[in-house]
């Protein structure tokens, strides 16, 4: 071979690796650790996406993400976002994390971030103290619609531990994907 083509193979190698490496994958029954913060118990397997490193969350579902999604989201720092924006969408409204947010603030900061994702509303329902493994938190339910006027339900639960911000949203179609995987 030459020297050329050596260097191609070097290239390639790597990039053929990281492309089988970073698809979508089964995870579960049984206990998934997405992240070394926390890990969750799987009763049914669940397609996990490629991590979200920049935003610091991980999704998976079991029916599509549009019909049923489970975001996992742990240390996010003070000033980041939950939703990354290319930088044409400069002008666009993202809510940032503040590490001196409260409770209610947190709620609020998930529901915006929601928003500016895709649901054009959202109410919000049954808001109450809860725990996040052994941190105190926040946990509530929400129902709204998406763009396309398809109304779909949710529920989530966070905490700070420190000045970062640890989460867990459920959402999928009101009409029976949200009741379908809910107890999951």
Same mark, same amino acid.
């Given at each position: 071979?030459?020297?050329?083509?050596?260097?191609?193979? &070097?290239?390639?190698?790597?990039?053929?690796?990281?492309?089988?490496?970073?698809?979508?994958?089964?995870?579960?029954?049984?206990?998934?650790?997405?992240?070394?913060?926390?890990?969750?118990? &799987?009763?049914?397997?669940?397609?996990?996406?490629?991590?979200?490193?920049?935003?610091?969350?991980?999704?998976?579902?079991?029916?599509?993400?549009?019909?049923?999604?489970? #975001? &996992?989201?742990?240390?996010?720092?003070?000033?980041?976002?939950? #939703? *990354?924006?290319?930088?044409?969408?400069?002008?666009?409204?993202?809510? *940032?994390? *503040?590490?001196?947010?409260?409770?209610?603030?947190?709620?609020?900061?998930? #529901?915006?971030?929601?928003?500016?994702?895709?649901?054009?509303?959202?109410?919000?329902?049954?808001?109450?103290?809860?725990?996040?493994?052994?941190?105190?938190?926040?946990?509530?339910?929400?129902?709204?619609? #998406?763009?396309?006027?398809?109304?779909?339900?949710?529920?989530?639960?966070? @905490?700070?531990?420190?000045?970062?911000?640890?989460?867990?949203?459920?959402? @999928?179609?009101?009409?029976?994907?949200?009741?379908?995987?809910?107890?999951?």
């Amino acid at each position: 071979m030459q020297r050329k083509q050596y260097i191609s193979l &070097l290239f390639l190698f790597p990039l053929l690796w990281l492309v089988g490496c970073v698809g979508p994958a089964p995870r579960g029954p049984g206990p998934y650790a997405p992240n070394h913060v926390y890990s969750v118990t &799987l009763g049914k397997t669940w397609t996990a996406y490629p991590q979200n490193r920049k935003v610091r969350t991980q999704s998976l579902t079991i029916d599509g993400l549009q019909l049923n999604q489970l #975001i &996992l989201g742990y240390g996010l720092r003070n000033n980041a976002s939950l #939703i *990354r924006t290319p930088r044409s969408f400069s002008g666009l409204f993202v809510p *940032r994390f *503040r590490s001196s947010m409260t409770d209610v603030e947190i709620v609020e900061f998930i #529901i915006d971030s929601l928003k500016a994702a895709a649901m054009a509303e959202i109410n919000v329902t049954d808001i109450k103290p809860d725990y996040f493994g052994t941190l105190k938190g926040v946990s509530f339910s929400f129902e709204g619609t #998406i763009e396309t006027g398809l109304p779909y339900s949710g529920m989530a639960k966070a @905490a700070k531990e420190g000045d970062r911000l640890h989460f867990i949203i459920y959402h @999928a179609p009101s009409e029976y994907y949200y009741e379908l995987h809910k107890q999951e």
